[in-house]
């Protein structure tokens, strides 16, 4: 069963939680604000079903509210923070609106943020940068459980490392390319489980390395392995988002045996480029768009209306589910108020609140 929730109420709810963890009204804001874009784009795997993870962490002291990044390098181009644990709502904003001021500044800007929380969507950083024209290049690991077989091993080893590229694209909505390098999101897998849905064959492995379409072996113990997407392509490419993500960012790489803590910690490297720095500029908005003409030229393949781009899909549903409202399964939703309880926030305050009361 699901319930369809508008955005508004939905975001002042999870706010409510927020803030009855402990933080202060504008982080509770962002992170709701954070969540709640996330389930709008489609992302139901980084929304607001997160929540519950976020409040065992904070119980816990994985996760420490009203935290700020702090540089622990700012040199000019280069720039490196430490994210202290803090919400990566809260650290990646912040964290990012100090790397797009280096690249106005300088011309590109290299910055590594270590030990932060959950930064969520990869794309909302990106989306940050190019909403100022410029590009962003983002490579992320993971610290919280293996979860990713490595290409020609049965057990997992690492986390499912995101990688996103942003561009501004001239006259039009930017290219938001930004996936996890799992074959499926960790928490795609939680929601099909919540939801008793069954996965396709070649995403996961069981506890005996066989495939299985059953996401309890990514949810509940005897766990399985996810595989990462594209074979070894996507498997080199996790390597480097864990490398570059955890090693470089000084955040730490995971080579642990098992965890039982509910705190996801991120390890970033981004590149931010302002393109009219680079002298380009004209050549590069001709070239974009005589390229994205003479691909959408293509015509569609059977069981598609037409050719998208990346970020194309998340503005299609977030016009959709702002209008319909957000679909939040029954589970999801059961787990939030528990979530509530823990924080000692009245079950019927949040309903009322999701509920526009
Ligand atoms: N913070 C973390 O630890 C963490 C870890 C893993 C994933 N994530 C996030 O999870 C989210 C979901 O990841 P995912 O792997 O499930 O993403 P996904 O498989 O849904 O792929 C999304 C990407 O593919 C593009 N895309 C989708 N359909 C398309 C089409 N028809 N044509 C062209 N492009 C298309 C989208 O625009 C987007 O860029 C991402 O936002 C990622 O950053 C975060």
Redesign the pocket.
């Given at each position: 069963m699901e319930t369809l929730f508008q955005t508004a109420p939905l975001t002042r709810a999870i706010e409510a939680i927020v803030a009855a963890g402990g933080s202060e009204p504008r982080e509770a804001k962002l992170v709701a604000e954070n969540l709640v874009t996330?389930n709008l784009?489609?992302?139901d795997?980084?929304g607001i079903g997160m929540i519950p993870r976020y409040i065992d962490a904070v119980l816990e002291g994985g996760l420490a509210p009203n935290s700020h990044p702090k540089p622990t390098l700012d040199a000019g181009a280069l720039l490196a923070l430490d994210g202290c644990k803090g919400y990566?709502q809260v650290i990646g904003g912040e964290a990012m609106q100090m790397a797009i001021e280096r690249a106005k500044k300088h011309g590109s800007c290299v910055m590594t943020l270590g030990n932060t929380h959950?930064?969520?969507?990869?794309?909302?950083w990106a989306e940050m940068a190019v909403a100022q024209g410029l590009v962003s290049i983002?490579f992320?690991?993971?610290i919280?459980h293996a979860r990713v077989a490595p290409y020609g091993g049965r057990d997992a080893r690492f986390?499912?490392?995101?990688?996103?590229i942003g561009i501004p694209l001239p006259g039009e909505a930017p290219f938001?390319?930004?996936?996890?390098?799992?074959a499926?999101?960790?928490?795609?897998l939680r929601v099909a489980h919540n939801k008793g849905d069954k996965v396709p064959l070649g995403r996961l492995i069981d506890d005996e390395g066989n495939p299985t379409h059953d996401p309890r072996y990514a949810v509940i113990a005897p766990y399985g392995a996810m595989l990462a997407?594209g074979e070894h392509k996507g498997y080199g490419m996790a390597i480097a988002c864990e490398l570059l993500g955890g090693a470089l960012s000084g955040g730490g790489t995971w080579h642990y045996e098992e965890s039982n803590k509910q705190r996801?910690l991120?390890g970033m490297l981004a590149i931010v480029i302002d393109p009219k720095r680079l002298g380009t500029e004209a050549a590069f908005e001709r070239e974009t768009r005589l390229f994205l003409d003479w691909l959408r030229k293509s015509r569609p393949a059977p069981g598609?209306d037409h050719?998208?781009?990346?970020?194309?899909?998340?503005r299609e549903l977030r016009a959709k589910r702002t209008r319909d409202g957000i679909p939040v399964d029954e589970t999801t939703w059961q787990e939030i108020l528990r979530a509530a309880d823990k924080v000692k926030l009245a079950r019927s305050r949040v309903e009322d609140l999701a509920r526009g009361k």
């Open positions: 996330a784009l489609g992302h795997s980084h990566g959950h930064l969520g969507r990869i794309g909302h983002h992320v690991n993971v919280s986390g499912t490392n995101p990688c996103c938001v390319l930004d996936y996890a390098t799992s499926v999101a960790q928490g795609k997407f996801v991120n598609f050719v998208r781009t990346a970020g194309e899909p998340e």
